[in-house]
């Protein structure tokens, strides 16, 4: 079983930054797609940005530019840097990776195929 933990949410100011984490532990993830989701209230969640091992990037039309996602395989670990926040960034921020199939995982819209989820860290920006 594998195990996804977030963490680095928490409250800023628009324009400023965070850095996101997750975390997999349970076996090795070298060959997984990892990547991030968000669901602010009332709203369906989104795709926001999609690592693969091989370390080609997605990222959402609404991040790019201000977002970026980096690996370290040796940590089994996925970050999220979030430069340039604004108040429709706020949103609950989940964590997946999936092996089998990366594409249905990573999909917009929003399958919830995920293999492995983590359990979500709040981002909150104050305008």
């Known amino acids: 079983q594998v195990q996804l933990v977030e963490a680095g949410g928490g409250l800023v100011q628009a324009g400023g930054s965070l850095r996101l984490s997750c975390a997999a532990s349970?076996?090795?993830?070298?060959?997984?797609?990892m990547g991030w989701f968000r669901q602010a209230p009332g709203k369906e969640r989104e795709l926001v940005a999609a690592?693969?091992?091989?370390?080609?990037?997605y990222y959402a039309d609404s991040v790019k530019g201000r977002f970026t996602s980096s690996r370290d395989h040796a940590k089994n670990t996925v970050y999220l840097r979030m430069n340039s926040l604004k108040p429709e960034d706020t949103a609950v921020y989940y964590c997946?990776?999936?092996?089998?199939?990366?594409?249905?995982?990573?999909?917009?819209?929003?399958?919830?195929?995920?293999?492995?989820w983590g359990q979500g860290t709040q981002v909150t920006v104050s305008s």
């Open positions: 997946a990776a999936d092996e089998t199939a990366p594409r249905r995982c990573f999909s917009q819209p929003v399958l919830n195929e995920c293999e492995y």
């Open positions: 349970g076996r090795t993830f070298s060959s997984q797609t």
């Open positions: 690592h693969t091992w091989t370390g080609i990037t």
